[in-house]
């Protein structure tokens, strides 16, 4: 409609002629651009006021629902600081870091029935550092059932996070067992494995085979994965 220049003043073109001062939003709904509409014809004169009332009703449809998610961003991040930030450090803020620092998860290492000198404890951390990001994104998944990692120190103390290691309960040979989590506390129970070689088969096993994610399903089962390369 402004395309037909501010000078305009003959009839619409056909395609146009029964336009009128209503449009069909998002969801399907018609929308009366102003009192009466479903019954007023655009014409030369009063296409730019259709078009501007057109572009607001449209860029202004989903508005709750931003105002919703910024409700939800400010209860992460103080609203005023928003401006401050690009949409990068945003995201560091609001989801964590895509990179996991395994020094950084070292610290928040909590061990239960183990101690963290023992040998296969040793190995864990040894293995954990030779894994790629994509591989170590994969191992949180299993744990705790999300990628990613608070963006900080500050961050695991504000939000009381912390990863546990648990000594297996299971009886006979810890060789043939795989690894189990407890998603909802970001645990995991991990087999005494006599060799680092042993122990990456089962671990890379796990966080990319086996679909289920809780012991409460069966992930700790004897003779799964021994055989897999």
Not at 56 to 69: F, H, I, K, Y
Not at 95 to 122: F, M, N, Q, W
Not at 144 to 161: H, S, V
Request: hydrophobic share 40%; proline share 3%.
């Amino acid at each position: 409609l402004r395309a037909l220049g501010k000078d305009f003043k003959g009839a619409l073109p056909q395609e146009l002629s029964d336009l009128k001062f209503a449009v069909s939003l998002s969801d399907g709904s018609i929308h009366e651009l102003k009192a009466g509409g479903h019954d007023i014809l655009v014409t030369a004169a009063n296409r730019n006021e259709f078009v501007n009332l057109a572009t607001q009703a449209r860029l202004g449809e989903q508005r709750t629902q931003v105002a919703a998610v910024r409700r939800g961003i400010a209860s992460v991040i103080p609203a005023q600081l928003l401006s401050l930030m690009t949409w990068e450090e945003l995201e560091v803020r609001v989801c964590g870091k895509t990179e996991i620092d395994v020094e950084i998860l070292k610290r928040h290492t909590k061990y239960s029935g183990v101690s963290p000198d023992a040998k296969h404890i040793r190995m864990f951390w040894t293995m954990f550092e030779g894994f790629s990001q994509e591989q170590r994104r994969n191992f949180v998944r299993f744990c705790w059932a999300q990628e990613r990692l608070p963006a900080n120190d500050a961050e695991f103390e504000r939000t009381k996070t912390r990863f546990q290691i648990k000594a297996s309960t299971r009886k006979g040979n810890m060789d043939t067992l795989l690894p189990s989590a407890d998603t909802c506390f970001f645990n995991l129970t991990l087999p005494a494995y006599s060799s680092i070689e042993i122990m990456r088969k089962k671990v890379l096993y796990a966080i990319e085979q086996v679909t289920t994610m809780d012991k409460d399903e069966g992930m700790e089962m004897e003779g799964i994965g021994q055989d897999q390369e």
